[in-house]
Structures are given as structure tokens and as C-alpha cells.
């Protein structure tokens, strides 16, 4: 049973343009959400988080949407650069310390 | 501060070997945890600390893992008799109380032959 879902296994998206990930969970318990960048060989890399009393939160070109009624959150990336190109984990946790549940990742491509 | 390290970062060992991985978190960090990375999937909870104390186990740690922080600073995960199903990246978090940000090392690759 997977409480995280990220159904779009991988995304191209031009350099310059903007890059949208979707994720969506099932636990309604969930109060704070992750993103989380990973190169391959490396430990994956905080990137933004928000808890459940915002329905956004922006960091320099990353911004975190959060739809608490429909059980969705995206990442957005504006503008795209190739460093972008990795893939990107959405998680959830109960609590601010708690265990994070992930999702199975995007992988985006950004296009020259 | 160098962030959370791992040794070894690479392992190889022929199924029914033991294996050892050591953490060891930012300093200050009073939570550690360990995830499991397979291909294909996110990392998945196995297990994780406050200071010494573990606090919950995932029912995906076997009679065969066991973990230990025994002074609150590094961790070691222990795999006894290793099967193949047990081939992944080994990943080490820590954190700090009441913070969600949890930061990861550069994991163990495990590869049971």
C-alpha cells in the first residue's frame, strides 16, 4: 500500500521553462511534506519542505504547493537549469522528526 | 561541519556472509535513521534513534538486522547470513528533534553475490 504516489516515473522539460512534479498521498495523518533531489550515487539532497498549515512555500527557483483537500502537492521549478536534471523524491511524516514515507521518484530530464 | 558520512561506501560479500555499515551523523544530530534503497523504488524506513534509545523498527528489519548507537553518536547496522534479496543502497539520516529536515549520506551499495 503506498502512501506517497508519484506516477510520472520521468518528465523532459526544456532549459528556461518551468518543470512541474506532482505528488499525491493516501494518510490523511501526513503534516509535513519533503522534496528531495538525488544524482546517481549520492544520498538524496533536501531541497524544500512544508507543513499543513501552508498551502505554499518558496525557496529562490523551487516552490511547494499544497492541497491539503485533494491530497496533492507539486514542486515547481522556474526557470529549469541542467543542473535540475536528477531525480526527485516527494515524502511525507507524521511528525516534524518522524520516520519519512517516500515516494518512487521522477526523474527529470531538462533539454538544452 | 562535513554533513553525514558512511563506510564503506561499497560492498560486496557472498551470500550467507555478515556485514557491518557505520554512520556517523552531523554532529548535534540527537536523531539518526536508516533507510533501505532498492532500484526502482524510494528509500524505505528500517529503523531509527534518539540519541542511544531506538525507537521504532520497521517490520522490514528482520531477526537477521540490528542496529546500535551506543553512545549517541555513530551507528552500525549489522546484516547477519546475507541473501540476495538483501542487495540495495544502505542510506544513513540524522536530524534534529522536532526539526523535519532530515540529512542523508552518501550510503553503503550493498551487492550480495
Known amino acids: 500500500d503506498q502512501q506517497v504516489k508519484q506516477n510520472s516515473p520521468s518528465l523532459s522539460v526544456q532549459e528556461g521553462r518551468i518543470s512541474i512534479l506532482n505528488c499525491d498521498y493516501t494518510?490523511?495523518?501526513?503534516?509535513?511534506f519533503l522534496w528531495y533531489k538525488k544524482y546517481p550515487a549520492e544520498g538524496p539532497t533536501f531541497l524544500i519542505s512544508?507543513?499543513?498549515?501552508?498551502d505554499k512555500n518558496e525557496d529562490g527557483r523551487f516552490t511547494v504547493f499544497l492541497n491539503k483537500s485533494a491530497k496533492h502537492l507539486s514542486l515547481h521549478i522556474v526557470p529549469s537549469q541542467p543542473g535540475d536534471s536528477a531525480v526527485y523524491f516527494c515524502?511525507?511524516?507524521?511528525?516534524?522528526?518522524?520516520?519519512?514515507?517516500f515516494g518512487k521518484g521522477t526523474r527529470l530530464h531538462i533539454l538544452p | 561541519d562535513t554533513g553525514v558520512s558512511q563506510n564503506p561506501r561499497h560492498k560486496i560479500t557472498k551470500r550467507g556472509q555478515n556485514v557491518t555499515f557505520r554512520c556517523d551523523p552531523i554532529s548535534e544530530h540527537n536523531r539518526l535513521y536508516w533507510y533501505r534503497q532498492t532500484l526502482g523504488q524510494g528509500p524505505e524506513f528500517l529503523t531509527y534513534?534518539?540519541?542511544?534509545?531506538?525507537?521504532?523498527k520497521s517490520r522490514l528489519l528482520s531477526d537477521r538486522f540490528s542496529a546500535e548507537r551506543p553512545k549517541g553518536s555513530f551507528s552500525t547496522l549489522e546484516i547477519q547470513r546475507t541473501e540476495q534479496g538483501d542487495s540495495a543502497m544502505y542510506l544513513c539520516?540524522?536530524?534534529?528533534?522536532?526539526?523535519?529536515?532530515?540529512?542523508f549520506g552518501p550510503g553503503t551499495r550493498l551487492l550480495v553475490l
Open positions: 512544508i507543513s499543513s498549515i501552508k
Open positions: 534513534f534518539q540519541n542511544e534509545a531506538q525507537l521504532e
Open positions: 494518510n490523511s495523518m501526513f503534516d509535513y
Open positions: 539520516a540524522s536530524s534534529v528533534v522536532r526539526e523535519e529536515t532530515q540529512y
Open positions: 515524502a511525507a511524516s507524521d511528525f516534524p522528526d518522524d520516520k519519512i514515507i
